[in-house]
C-alpha cells in the first residue's frame, strides 16, 4: 500500500479506536496495539509533512466528552503521555531530557499509573468548587454533583491531621496554612477490584453485560445521571498532580507531599530517582508488586520533578517532553483446566465455563474463565487437564489465551460440547448465523424461566424496581410465580412472612401494580422473545401499533420493519405460536397492561422524515435527547450515532461537539437548530 494512502487508513483506524475508547469505553484492541498504530503514523507523517492535517489522531487527544453533562473550557489543557514499553525506550526519554536540560542535572518522580478516568478537581479558598473530566483535552464534562459522592476526595481542605503526627495551623480564611486561595488538583477516579468484582457479580446475577474492566464500570458510574448509582459504587480517587499559581514548591513530588498534608489521597507508591537505573528499579519493583494493590494499575509514570525544568523542556502537539508513561505487559499465569461446565441464560444461551486451578492474577484469585462458545474451545483443541495460558491485561475477565501443548497429559481427553441443555435435559440446537447453543424449551427450563422474569421486572422493560434476582428465586422456589403473569396475581398476605413485613410486601404489589402504566413498546421488549433487543422492540412496536398486529404478523410483514432479519423474524413468530406464551400475553392483557400504542403516541407520527437519517449531538432546552430520538421515530426518520456522508442533517443544541461540527462542514451536512427542528414537524 503506498504510504500517503495508509496514512488515510491509520488516521481513520485510530479516530474511531479513540471513540470506541474515551466515549463508548469498549475498546476493540489492546493499548499496546494502539500505541503501535500510533507509532507507525507519527513516522509515516514525519516522512511526509505535505500530509500534515491539525485533525490528525497524533495531534489530538482522544475525548470522553458526553452531551448530557456541561462542558467547560480546562485553565490548563489535560495532555496525555507518550507511552513506551521496554526499558530502552525508558533510556531513551531519560537521555532526551538530559540533552533537553543542557546536562543540567534532574531528578525524576516515579509514581504509580493508575487505571481510572482522569478528573481535574478545581478548590477556592479551600472549598470544591467544580470537578471535570479531562474530555478531548481542552473541555471536559463537569462532574462535580457525581465527584462529590466519593468519600475520598474532601468537599473542604481544613484542619487536618499530619499523616507524620503533629496539627497544621489554620489559617485566617479557615484552611491549612499554605493551601493556595485557588488551585487544581488532577487524578484518576477509580473503582477498587472489591466493589467491581461485587458490582459485576450482581450484574451477572442480572444477566446483565459485565464490565471488562474497572476503568469503563468507574468511568460509566461517573458519568450516570444519577448520583445516588455513583454514591452506591463505592468509588475512590488518587491524586498525583498539583496546578496553580501560589504552588508550595518547585518540586512535583514535594508539592504531592503537601497535598497529602492537606487531606487528598496521594499513592504511597511514589519516588524521587537521580538515575536512570533508580527509575528501571522501581519500575522492576512494582511490575511484580502491583498485583497486591487494592486498584487497577496499568503502568508507571515518569516526570521531570522540577517544575522549572518542566517549563524548559515544554511540550510537543499532544505530549510534555518532560513525562513518559511506561505500560505494563498484560499480565499471564498458566493453570490447569480441571473441567469445563455449562451455564443457561435467559435466552437459553449455553456458554461453557473453565473451571480451573486457582491462579493469582492482576489483583484476584482467579477460578473460572468463560470459553464463549463451542468454536472457541475447538480453536484451541482444549483437553481437560491441559495447562492453559489465563490472561487479563486490560481485560478484568479472565480470558484463555493458549495452551502448553508439552504439559498436555497423555490420558487427556477433548473437551466435547454438551448435546443437551445442562437444566432440563433438552436437546440443544444452533439458530443459523449463530455461534452459541441454545436450550429450545424456553417454558419449561427454569434458569429461562427466572432469567425471563428477571428480565421482565428490569428498568427498561417493566420498571418494577421494588423487586430483584434474590426475590425473583425465592418466589419461584416458593412456588409463588411459574411466568411473568404470576407476578399480577401476588397479594400482600403471600408475601409478608410473619406478619413483620407488610410495608415492604405492600411496596411490592404496588410496584406491580404500576407497571401497568409502561408503555407498549417496553411491553414488547419484556416479553424476552429471543433475539429482540430494546431497539427492534421500540421498531416493532412502531411499525405494528399494537400486540395483536404483532402477534399476526407474518415473516414478510415483520421483515419490512428495519432492522428485523430472518432470524428475528421466525423468533417472533416462533414465540407467538407456542400455546403457553400465548395464554402468558392474554393474561397479561387481561390485567390490564399497555397493548398499544397510546393515542397520543399515534396522533404525533407522521412520514415527514421517512428517509432521513438524523445525528443529534448537543444540550438541548426544550426537549430531552431521548424525547427527541423518540420525535424523530415517530416521525419516520433514523436515528444514527455518527455522521457520514449518508446524514441527512444533524439536530444540533447547545455545546456541540467541535470534532463533530468540522466533519460535518468538511461533509458539507446541514445543521439544524432545535427550534428550526420542532418548526419542521
Not at 498458566?334 to 449455553?350: D, H, P, S
Not at 442533517?649 to 455545546?655: S, T, V, Y
Request: glycine share 8%.
Amino acid at each position: 500500500m503506498e504510504e500517503k494512502q495508509r496514512i488515510e487508513q491509520l488516521r481513520r483506524e485510530l479516530h474511531e479506536h479513540n471513540y470506541r475508547y474515551y466515549v463508548e469505553n469498549q475498546p476493540t484492541i489492546s493499548d499496546y496495539d494502539f500505541d503501535q498504530l500510533m507509532h507507525e503514523l507519527q513516522d509515516l507523517e514525519a516522512r511526509h509533512p505535505e500530509m500534515a492535517d491539525p485533525n490528525s489522531p497524533t495531534q489530538r487527544v482522544g475525548s470522553d466528552l458526553q452531551t448530557e453533562f456541561r462542558q467547560v473550557a480546562h485553565k490548563y489543557p489535560m495532555l496525555s503521555l507518550a507511552n513506551t514499553y521496554n526499558e530502552q525506550d525508558v533510556r531513551d526519554w531519560y537521555d532526551s531530557v538530559s540533552r533537553g536540560l543542557g546536562g543540567e542535572p534532574f531528578e525524576v518522580c516515579c509514581e504509580m499509573k493508575y487505571d481510572g478516568l482522569s478528573i481535574s478537581l478545581t478548590y477556592v479558598d479551600g472549598q470544591l468548587v467544580q470537578a471535570v473530566t479531562r474530555g478531548d483535552g481542552v473541555h471536559g464534562d463537569d462532574v462535580t454533583q457525581n465527584v462529590k459522592t466519593i468519600r475520598s476526595i474532601p468537599l473542604v481542605v481544613t484542619h487536618h491531621q499530619l499523616p507524620r503526627g503533629g496539627e497544621q495551623e489554620a489559617s485566617p480564611r479557615g484552611g491549612l496554612e499554605g493551601v493556595p486561595s485557588s488551585f487544581e488538583i488532577r487524578g484518576e477516579i477509580l473503582m477498587p477490584w472489591t466493589s467491581f468484582e461485587r458490582l459485576n457479580a450482581e450484574r451477572e446475577a442480572a444477566e446483565e453485560p459485565l464490565f471488562a474492566n474497572p476503568r469503563n464500570a468507574a468511568s460509566g458510574t461517573l458519568k450516570s445521571l444519577d448520583s445516588r448509582v455513583v454514591a452506591s459504587r463505592q468509588l475512590d480517587a488518587y491524586l498525583y498532580y498539583l496546578l496553580g499559581e501560589e504552588l508550595p514548591a518547585d518540586g512535583h513530588y514535594e508539592n504531592l507531599e503537601a497535598a497529602r498534608r492537606w487531606g487528598f489521597k496521594i499513592s504511597e507508591g511514589m519516588k524521587k530517582a537521580k538515575t536512570v537505573d533508580e527509575v528501571l528499579d522501581f519500575i522492576a519493583y512494582w511490575d511484580k508488586e502491583r498485583k497486591n494493590l487494592p486498584v487497577a494499575t496499568d503502568g508507571i509514570v515518569l516526570k521531570v520533578n522540577s517544575l522549572r525544568q518542566q517549563r524548559v523542556l515544554g511540550f510537543t502537539a499532544k505530549s510534555p517532553r518532560w513525562a513518559i508513561a511506561y505500560k505494563f505487559k498484560a499480565e499471564r499465569a498458566c493453570t490447569e483446566l480441571l473441567e469445563v461446565t455449562y451455564q443457561v441464560g435467559r435466552t437459553g444461551a449455553v456458554t461453557p465455563v473453565a473451571n480451573m486451578a486457582p491462579v493469582q492474577l492482576a489483583g484476584t484469585t482467579v477460578r473460572r474463565a468463560t470459553l464463549n462458545n463451542e468454536d472457541f474451545i475447538r480453536s484451541f483443541d482444549l483437553h481437560i487437564g491441559d495447562h492453559v495460558y489465563v490472561e487479563k491485561g486490560g481485560e478484568i475477565i479472565p480470558k484463555i489465551v493458549g495452551v502448553d501443548l508439552d504439559q498436555r497429559p497423555i490420558i487427556a481427553q477433548p473437551v466435547q460440547f454438551v448435546k443437551r441443555c445442562p437444566e432440563c435435559g433438552t436437546p440443544l440446537v444452533r439458530y443459523e448465523g449463530e455461534a452459541a447453543w441454545y436450550c429450545p424449551n424456553d417454558t419449561g427450563c427454569p434458569p429461562q424461566i427466572k432469567g425471563r422474569i428477571e428480565h421482565f421486572i428490569a428498568r427498561k422493560a417493566m420498571n418494577i424496581d421494588s423487586l430483584g434476582p434474590e426475590t425473583v428465586d425465592e418466589y419461584f422456589r416458593r412456588g409463588l410465580i411459574h411466568d411473568v403473569a404470576d407476578l399480577y396475581d401476588i397479594e400482600v398476605p403471600q408475601i409478608n412472612g410473619d406478619g413483620s413485613r407488610t410495608k415492604s410486601a405492600q411496596r411490592i404489589v404496588n410496584g406491580i401494580q404500576k407497571s401497568k402504566e409502561v408503555p407498549f413498546e417496553r411491553v414488547v421488549f419484556a416479553l424476552g422473545i429471543r433475539f429482540v433487543g430494546e431497539t427492534s422492540a421500540r421498531l416493532l412496536a412502531r411499525h405494528f401499533k399494537s400486540m395483536d398486529a404483532l402477534m399476526q404478523a407474518g415473516l414478510e410483514a415483520l421483515q419490512e420493519v428495519e432492522g428485523i432479519g430472518e432470524v428475528m423474524a421466525k423468533s417472533i413468530i416462533s414465540y407467538f405460536h407456542n400455546e403457553q406464551n400465548r395464554q402468558i400475553v392474554e393474561r397479561l392483557r387481561s390485567y390490564g397492561l399497555q397493548f398499544a400504542l397510546s393515542a397520543e403516541q399515534t396522533a404525533a407520527a407522521s412520514d415527514k422524515l421517512v428517509g432521513q437519517s438524523i445525528v443529534i449531538s448537543g444540550v438541548f432546552q426544550h426537549h430531552s435527547r431521548d424525547e427527541y430520538k423518540l420525535l424523530i421515530e415517530q416521525n419516520g426518520g433514523k436515528n444514527v450515532g455518527s455522521i457520514s456522508g449518508k446524514t441527512s442533517f444533524i439536530l444540533a443544541g447547545d455545546n456541540m461537539g467541535p470534532s463533530k461540527l468540522q466533519k460535518a462542514e468538511k461533509l458539507g451536512i446541514r445543521i439544524v437548530s432545535e427550534d428550526e427542528f420542532l418548526q419542521m414537524l
